[in-house]
């Protein structure tokens, strides 16, 4: 009996104590956010928008008024941004160029002017690019080979896409139709959940050149044939070379999406590399290779 109103007292002092905190939202700015990502040889898109604070969950609004320019590495103007629609905005020329480094800046009213610098790297190739059927054709297996440049650090990705043409939804309508997840095994992967074996499945896989430097990198990942179409079915592997912010960016990002929906996941932050506002501006050059499935 004196344990039962021991508890019975503690309970009520716990509901006496409890109390309803009002959670404030932090009252700051909104800023300027920049999405831009692109690779040599392709038209420069940006995403622009305005921030909002951590409880907002709604889309970010755009940004249809801002003048964006494109800058050298000496923060010389060589072009213009148009906007298209949505807040986005294209620069074709010049095309960037592998190797080189590019500047924006943006400037829209009622926010902080925001400028970032991003660099366009060297392309790496593919020495080698071997494949073979497994499982009675339904999967391939590819060895790829390449050698890293020793003379500054390297940030990868790789990629192995599956393309096939399926019948459309009328008589000789076709279209094509991608699969872009693949498996490996490989150890010095960054993302991509482990199974039970040791397999890991994703889009891409990033991993830097630390360990490797100026050594011979090999990478074997594995592709399934998701369609039996008769029409023309063909892999494109792609050899990516990212900027450093670029890379820490995609990997951050990757595990923002992964803590999403986790109670006891820790906090985020997702990399910018954006002065004075949000985002990010990184660049890319990729080597590619097809092969056709006979």
Same mark, same amino acid.
């Given at each position: 009996?004196?344990?039962?109103?021991?508890?019975?007292?503690?309970?009520?002092?716990?509901?006496?104590?409890?109390k309803?905190?009002?959670?404030?939202?932090?009252?700051?700015e909104?800023?300027?956010?920049?999405?831009?990502?692109?690779?040599?040889?392709?038209?420069?898109?940006?995403?622009?928008?305005?921030?909002?604070?951590?409880?907002?969950?709604?889309?970010?609004?755009?940004?249809?008024?801002?003048?964006?320019?494109?800058?050298?590495?000496?923060?010389?103007?060589?072009?213009?941004?148009?906007?298209?629609?949505?807040?986005?905005?294209?620069?074709?020329?010049?095309?960037?160029?592998?190797?080189?480094?590019?500047?924006?800046?943006?400037e829209?009213?009622?926010?902080?002017?925001?400028?970032?610098?991003?660099?366009?790297?060297?392309?790496?190739?593919?020495?080698?690019?071997?494949?073979?059927?497994?499982?009675? &054709? !339904?999967?391939? /297996?590819f060895? *790829? $080979?390449?050698?890293?440049?020793? %003379?500054?650090?390297? #940030? =990868?990705? @790789?990629?192995?896409?599956?393309?096939?043409?399926?019948?459309? &939804? !009328?008589?000789? /309508?076709?279209? *094509? $139709?991608?699969?872009?997840?693949? %498996?490996?095994?490989? #150890? =010095?992967? @960054?993302?991509?959940?482990?199974?039970?074996?040791?397999?890991?499945?994703?889009?891409?896989?990033?991993?830097?050149?630390?360990?490797?430097?100026?050594?011979?990198?090999? #990478?074997?990942?594995?592709?399934?044939?998701?369609?039996?179409?008769?029409?023309?079915?063909?892999?494109?592997?792609?050899?990516?070379?990212?900027?450093?912010?670029?890379?820490?960016?995609?990997?951050?990002y990757?595990?923002?999406?992964?803590?999403?929906?986790?109670?006891?996941?820790?906090?985020?932050?997702?990399?910018?590399?954006?002065?004075?506002?949000?985002?990010?501006?990184?660049?890319?050059?990729?080597?590619?290779?097809?092969?056709?499935?006979?």
């Amino acid at each position: 009996m004196k344990k039962i109103i021991v508890s019975f007292a503690a309970l009520v002092l716990f509901m006496a104590c409890e109390k309803e905190i009002p959670l404030k939202q932090e009252e700051s700015e909104p800023r300027i956010v920049v999405n831009a990502i692109f690779s040599a040889g392709d038209t420069i898109w940006i995403n622009l928008s305005e921030s909002r604070d951590v409880l907002y969950d709604q889309m970010l609004p755009n940004i249809e008024n801002a003048t964006a320019k494109l800058l050298d590495a000496n923060d010389n103007v060589l072009a213009d941004f148009t906007h298209d629609t949505d807040g986005r905005y294209y620069c074709t020329d010049p095309m960037p160029v592998a190797g080189t480094t590019y500047g924006l800046r943006v400037e829209a009213a009622g926010f902080k002017t925001v400028t970032a610098s991003a660099e366009t790297p060297s392309i790496i190739a593919l020495s080698s690019v071997d494949s073979s059927s497994t499982n009675s &054709g !339904e999967q391939y /297996e590819f060895k *790829l $080979s390449f050698t890293d440049d020793a %003379s500054q650090d390297n #940030f =990868y990705g @790789i990629s192995i896409v599956y393309h096939t043409y399926v019948e459309g &939804g !009328e008589p000789g /309508e076709e279209f *094509l $139709s991608s699969n872009p997840y693949f %498996s490996t095994k490989e #150890f =010095y992967v @960054i993302n991509g959940e482990p199974d039970i074996d040791g397999t890991r499945y994703a889009m891409e896989f990033f991993f830097s050149d630390n360990g490797f430097n100026g050594q011979t990198i090999n #990478f074997t990942g594995r592709q399934y044939i998701w369609s039996s179409g008769e029409g023309d079915q063909f892999f494109v592997v792609g050899l990516k070379s990212l900027s450093e912010d670029l890379y820490k960016y995609k990997l951050s990002y990757s595990k923002y999406l992964d803590a999403q929906g986790d109670f006891f996941a820790e906090p985020v932050q997702v990399y910018s590399n954006i002065t004075d506002g949000f985002g990010i501006f990184g660049g890319s050059s990729t080597y590619r290779d097809t092969l056709w499935v006979e």
